[in-house]
């Protein structure tokens, strides 16, 4: 069966840093885009970053970039989000989804979600 | 940047057909995405590519797309359809989701 299964998630300060992880099985992860999508308390869906199969292309939504680096290891079945410079706004829950194309070059509907981690920034 | 804007709420009574609106610049040339949210749920794609249906996905649920709107429909509208509904397109090498809609059923 397919899985992602997200952690990492906690209470920070502001300013502070946390990595999220999103581990995959079920499926060739390293065929497969896959994206960083959050929720904060009140609000609707925010994507945050996407990244290639091979990491050729990585790309951040404009309140990321310089903050959050996203990266994968394709032998660990692992996605990454390195979240830096933590502000309260960041307070969400953090999803990853793969993206649905099997060995695509371009981006398309996320298919598969993890249930989230919650990240928390507060002092 | 570019905008999706959707309707805050939308209600339906009991069987009848929901639609839910996604407006954007020019969206009709753009592939548009479609999920539906639970209260503590993660998001599932219920339309990719303007009209399909994922596997699974009951077949009253529809997709059109065309000029400025984009428009999920859902058809038959049951109490388990209630949730949060999102667009979502690809522009300018980012992701872009519309503020989502409330569906209640009545």
């Known amino acids: 069966e397919v899985h992602l299964v997200e952690s990492g998630g906690g209470l920070v300060k502001p300013g502070g840093s946390l990595r999220l992880s999103c581990a995959a099985s079920g499926f060739t992860f390293s065929s497969y885009n896959m994206n960083w999508v959050r929720r904060a308390p009140g609000k609707g869906l925010e994507w945050v970053s996407s990244i290639s199969s091979s990491s050729t292309y990585i790309y951040y939504a404009d309140s990321m970039k310089g903050r959050f680096t996203i990266s994968r290891d394709n032998a660990k079945n692992s996605l990454y989000l390195q979240m830096n410079s933590l502000r309260a706004e960041d307070t969400a829950v953090y999803y990853c989804?793969?993206?649905?194309?099997?060995?695509?070059?371009?981006?398309?509907?996320?298919?598969?979600w993890g249930q989230g981690t919650m990240v928390t920034v507060s002092s | 940047s570019y905008d999706l804007t959707q309707p805050l709420s939308v209600s339906v009574a009991l069987g009848q057909a929901a639609r839910i609106t996604c407006g954007g610049d020019h969206i009709g040339s753009k592939d548009v995405h479609w999920y539906q949210q639970k209260p503590g749920q993660a998001p599932m794609l219920v339309i990719y590519r303007d009209t399909n249906r994922p596997s699974g996905i009951p077949e009253r649920f529809s997709g059109s797309n065309s000029r400025n709107t984009a428009t999920l429909t859902i058809s038959g509208a049951q109490a388990g359809d209630e949730a949060d509904y999102y667009c979502q397109v690809w522009v300018g090498s980012t992701w872009v989701f519309g503020g989502g809609t409330t569906l209640t059923v009545l």
């Open positions: 989804g793969r993206d649905r194309l099997f060995g695509s070059s371009w981006f398309d509907a996320f298919d598969i």
